[in-house]
């Protein structure tokens, strides 16, 4: 257990149903990452927050995802209107922010999308 | 070229032998390098950082950074049945911090 955690662990939706998962990393952490992960490949970064601020968003977030993290704390990620291919684990990870800390990930949500 | 690179695999290595994972990357300012294991169904787990050129130790694992070549490795020595995973090589840039992964090398002990 790294300390960081994501809920739901799973979740099975219909296309074009919205669905929401939730990050809380380790609390003194100022950095959280949001990657999405399908089977075969790395993780691959899809946006980031420096405290409250979303500092970058990949080009592989379209409109119907979005994320939040209100207080600095925990964070949400949002997709709507979910697709077939949003199936994947959705994985969030935290650091201090430093250019050389590391990254430590939480267990992971998984999408099935119907 | 993609900014970071291994090699799928499957590697398979017999039991006690030592197992060679290999990493190239493309962004010559990168300074911090990372090895994460992945067990199926799993979220990556840290094994190593490395951020200095040469072989850092720990247990039976080393990494080895070349940053001329653009080159981080791992090395697991007397490898065990529950080194079976996937190998995730991560690369910070150094113009905006963000840790690119590459696709992971499987790696299956043989018993």
């Known amino acids: 257990d790294t300390g960081v955690s994501q809920d739901p662990r799973h979740k099975i939706t219909k296309r074009g149903q919205n669905v929401t998962f939730r990050c809380d990393p380790i609390s003194e952490h100022n950095r959280l990452y949001w990657y999405r992960q399908t089977l075969g490949q790395g993780p691959e970064f899809l946006t980031y927050?420096?405290?409250?601020?979303?500092?970058?968003k990949s080009r592989l977030l379209s409109d119907r995802f979005s994320a939040e993290r209100p207080k600095g704390s925990f964070s949400t990620l949002e997709i709507q209107r979910t697709e077939q291919g949003d199936s994947a684990m959705y994985l969030c990870?935290?650091?201090?922010?430093?250019?050389?800390?590391?990254?430590?990930f939480g267990p992971g949500t998984r999408l099935t999308v119907l | 070229q993609k900014e970071v690179e291994q090699n799928s695999g499957p590697l398979s290595v017999p039991e006690g032998a030592i197992a060679s994972l290999n990493c190239t990357y493309s962004d010559r300012g990168s300074q911090s390098f990372f090895w994460y294991r992945q067990y199926s169904g799993k979220s990556p787990e840290l094994i190593m950082f490395?951020?200095?050129?040469g072989d850092k130790e720990d247990g039976r694992f080393t990494a080895q950074l070349n940053k001329a070549s653009q080159y981080v490795s791992l090395l697991i020595r007397d490898s065990q049945p529950s080194d079976s995973a996937t190998y995730l090589c991560?690369?910070?840039?150094?113009?905006?911090?963000?840790?690119?992964f590459g696709k992971g090398t499987r790696l299956h002990i043989l018993p």
């Open positions: 490395i951020y200095s050129n």
């Open positions: 927050f420096q405290n409250e601020a979303q500092l970058e």
């Open positions: 991560a690369v910070m840039r150094n113009r905006d911090d963000k840790i690119i």
């Open positions: 990870a935290s650091t201090l922010g430093g250019s050389t800390d590391t990254q430590y």
